[in-house]
């Protein structure tokens, strides 16, 4: 039996087997292979809002995702989406193209406040692990960058004290 190691910083328990782009505060999660145990990820990763990044723009009410096979870069417009603090584009956290999209989160975008760990938006297909350079992982890394993501949410008044 395998236990997940979680970072915890501030009141916030993330996942350690997840990558987290500072920028966007999305995470990505590369999906196992459906072969072998202990097998390689198959190319593709899933998408979702850490719990920063949901919690500063506020209830989110629409999302709409660029169509499956559309080709993202980092930093590109992967949809968009509208929520009580924010509304505008959603970044990729990293160069793919667009395998799927959540229906849950499609038909209820509220789950990603209740949960946004649990629920991904997208999944992308990425063309090997060096999509991947760049992002935080890492107890250590991903503690320190949330810990100060904490501090200056907090003293920008976007999160409770």
């Known amino acids: 039996m395998t236990t997940e190691t979680i970072v915890t910083a501030g009141p916030y328990r993330l996942p350690a087997d997840r990558h987290y782009d500072a920028g966007t ?3 990505v999660a590369p999906l196992a292979s459906s072969g072998r145990a202990g097998a390689a990820a198959t190319g593709r990763v899933r998408c979702g809002f850490d ?6 723009s506020g209830d989110v009410v629409a999302l709409s995702f660029a169509p499956v096979g559309t ?4 930093g590109g417009e992967l949809g968009t989406i ?3 603090k924010f509304v505008g584009p959603l970044l990729s956290p990293v ?4 395998a799927a999209h959540n229906p849950a989160v ?6 990603l406040n209740r949960d946004p760990l649990e629920h991904w938006m997208v999944e992308l297909e990425i063309a090997d692990e060096s999509a991947l350079d760049g992002l935080l992982t890492g107890v250590d890394a991903v503690r320190g960058w949330f810990e100060s993501e904490i501090e200056r949410f907090r003293r920008k008044g976007m999160i409770a004290e």
Do not use: I, K, N, Q
Not at 106 to 111: C, R, T, V
């Open 25 to 27: 505060h999305l995470w």
């Open 51 to 56: 719990p920063l990044g949901s919690e500063t």
């Open 106 to 111: 499609l038909a209820d975008p509220a789950l």
């Open 71 to 74: 080709r993202v870069e980092r």
């Open 82 to 84: 509208e929520a009580a």
């Open 95 to 98: 160069a793919g193209r667009v």
